[in-house]
């Protein structure tokens, strides 16, 4: 099993869709977790970190499910300029390594 | 401006000849890292460096050297590059706090062709 799964999507949307994305981890030690944008051919971005408690930074929302070893992001109200690639991240142990899911795809369309 | 540079960006190359890929932080972060990224197989670690003179193997360490002998620098050596190196590169850093690498920052990216 791999450590991070994502579904590889794409995912279309149309404007103003509400999406979500899973992330699970095989992991029960990984400690922090992350949403990673890309865009096409360029470099990953820090989108945001996840917390227990679950967060929210405007028209995304994350959370973590540790019992059942998941994240989610949650993009309200999809803009033509949420078009990327999502890659899930996640420390596990001492803190020196980040391992990275392999993306999801959202496209949205007009 | 806060930033991670990196050259070249595109590279084409032939099998056997030595190269090197520089990487540049100006953010004194402590913490650098190379990663390759390959379809299907997303973001995979090369080497890391949590501080200069100090680095350790990845994920994917086989062919590939680095050194840190500034913090500023993390350069990628291919001694004896082969087809399958052929990849798309990144460099990243980020400040080292609590024990834990915080956000990672990453270079453009540099996209590696061997024939």
């Known amino acids: 099993r791999k450590e991070v799964e994502q579904d590889p999507g794409p995912f279309n949307v149309p404007e103003g869709a509400t999406v979500a994305f899973n992330c699970t981890y095989s992991n029960s030690a990984s400690q922090s977790f992350f949403w990673y944008r890309q865009d096409c051919r360029k470099e990953p971005k820090l989108l945001m970190s996840?917390?227990?408690s679950g967060n929210e930074d405007g028209r995304f929302t994350a959370q973590l499910n540790r019992a059942s070893q998941y994240i989610s992001l949650l993009i309200r109200d999809s803009k033509l300029s949420d078009s990327a690639t999502y890659l899930c991240v996640l420390r596990t142990g001492g803190g020196n390594k980040l391992t990275f899911g392999t993306g999801t795809q959202l496209k949205v369309e007009l | 401006e806060a930033q991670v540079t990196q050259n070249p960006r595109y590279l084409i190359t032939v099998t056997g000849k030595k190269l090197t890929v520089t990487c540049s932080q100006n953010m004194n972060h402590e913490y650098m890292s190379w990663y390759r990224q390959d379809p299907g197989l997303g973001l995979r670690q090369i080497y890391y460096?949590?501080?200069?003179?100090?680095?350790d193997k990845g994920d994917v360490p086989e062919g590939y050297k680095v050194s840190r002998k500034e913090k500023r620098n993390f350069p990628l050596i291919l001694e004896s590059p082969s087809p399958n190196q052929t990849s798309l590169y990144f460099c990243?850093?980020?400040?080292?706090?609590?024990?834990?690498?915080?956000?990672?920052?990453f270079g453009p990216g540099t996209r590696l062709t061997v024939l």
């Open positions: 990243a850093s980020s400040p080292y706090r609590r024990g834990a690498t915080d956000t990672q920052y």
């Open positions: 460096s949590m501080n200069v003179e100090v680095t």
């Open positions: 996840v917390y227990s």
